[in-house]
Every structure is written in C-alpha cells, then in structure tokens.
T-cell receptor, first 113, second 112 residues
Framework: DVKVTQSSRYLVKRTGEKVFLECVQD?????MFWYRQDPGLGLRLIYF???????EKGDIPEGYSVSREKKERFSLILESASTNQTSMYLC????????????FGPGTRLTVL | GESVGLHLPTLSVQEGDNSIINCAYS??????FIWYKQESGKGPQFIID?????DKRQGQRVTVLLNKTVKHLSLQIAATQPGDSAVYFC???????????FGEGTQLTVNP
C-alpha cells in the first residue's frame, strides 16, 4: 500500500512565524502535491512537483513556498504565517501521469494565532 | 436519498438503503472525473474514477454515472453501511492538464 505521511497532525503557530510542513511518500512517486482544505471551499491546490527540484504553482500559491530536494519528500513553507493560513493542509502523491490516482496523507491542521 | 452536490452538503440515509450523491462540474473541457471519500480525521481516499468516453463505471458496491450533456456526475452506493459515513467529493480535470478541481463535498450519514 502507498503510504503518505505528514510530519504533524496538529500545529499551533503565531503570526509571523516561519512554518514547515513536511510530507513523505514511500512509493517512489514522481508527483507530489500540497492542498489546503477549508469549509465551503473544498481542496485547493497550493503547489505541486513532478520531479526533484521541480515545482509548479497551483491555484493559491501566495504566501507559500515549497521544496523538493529528494524524491520522497515535499515540504511546504509558510515564510511568515498569517491568521488566514489557518487551515487543514493535505499532501498527496501520484505515480507519474496526471490521471494516476492521488494518494493523500492524513492532513495537518494548522492554527495560526 | 439524493444530494445535489454543493447546494445540499448533507445526506442522511438508513442502513441498507442505496445512496446517491451528486456533483455538478463546471468545465466542459474536463474529461476525467474522480470520487473521493474522506472519513473524519483522515485524508481523502480514492473510490472510483471515470473518463469522458464512458457514461457509467462500476466498482465494488459503487457506481459512477456521468452525464456530459448537463455536466453532472453521480456516485451511487449500494446497500449503504455505517462505515460509509464520510464526506464524499468529486474532482474534475483535463487529461491534457496537470491539476484537478475539487468540489466541496457532501456529508453522508448512515443511520442504523
């Protein structure tokens, strides 16, 4: 089974802090994704990566950056956290093609005070 | 019972009944559609997908129907069980593209 793990289930940070969310997948998938999930808005794509050191902006990249130094690991960075970034963050990975199934991690619920 | 996607976010059914969850998609160019299930405290889990060259696809106890004319997708769950209680949401995309657009989801509650 594909396993996607995220570094924290719950995280509380203060406004202005730098926040790192990490995601690791164990199935040698090429694609990795970061989404945020908010009530009434569904899942929205922040960034994705289709290869090591490659990244593409999603629909809502403002205020975020990403890093993919190794194939299995994809990090989401909030350079200066703000209260409107309080959300559930979900990481996903897929094998190679766009239509390959995306496997999700359990999510990190981030609260920014 | 029947849910009308984004406008009716909850659906309550009796155990053993069939459930129908609907989704209206917006992009007429979308040719790939997926249903996900998300249980409380967990990430979304793939259920079934369908491409636009098909109208219907069946899995284990689930059937997805696609009506491209009215841009409508539905998920039918047969003999709904308490373990089916979750949020279900659809996603659409273009195979020539690189991303999916997700719906808000419908909360399915199965009453014993």
């Amino acid at each position: 089974d594909v396993k996607v793990t995220q570094s924290s289930r719950y995280l509380v940070k203060r406004t202005g802090e730098k926040v790192f969310l990490e995601c690791v997948q164990d199935m040698d998938h090429e694609n990795m994704f970061w989404y945020r999930q908010d009530p009434g808005l569904g899942l929205r794509l922040i960034y994705f990566s289709y290869d090591v050191k490659m990244k593409e902006k999603g629909d809502i990249p403002e205020g975020y950056s990403v890093s993919r130094e190794k194939k299995e690991r994809f990090s989401l960075i909030l350079e200066s956290a703000s209260t409107n970034q309080t959300s559930m963050y979900l990481c996903a990975s897929s094998l190679r093609y766009f239509t390959d199934t995306q496997y999700f991690g359990p999510g990190t619920r981030l609260t920014v005070l | 019972g029947e849910s009308v996607g984004l406008h009716l976010p909850t659906l309550s059914v009796q155990e053993g009944d069939n459930s129908i969850i609907n989704c209206a998609y917006s992009n007429s160019a979308s040719d790939y559609f997926i249903w996900y299930k998300q249980e409380s405290g967990k990430g979304p889990q793939f259920i079934i997908d369908i491409r636009s060259n098909m109208d219907k696809r069946q899995g284990q106890r689930v059937t997805v129907l696609l009506n491209k004319t009215v841009k409508h997708l539905s998920l039918q769950i047969a003999a709904t069980q308490p373990g089916d209680s979750a949020v279900y949401f659809c996603a659409e995309g273009e195979t020539s593209g690189s991303r999916l657009t997700f719906g808000e989801g419908t909360q399915l509650t199965v009453n014993p």
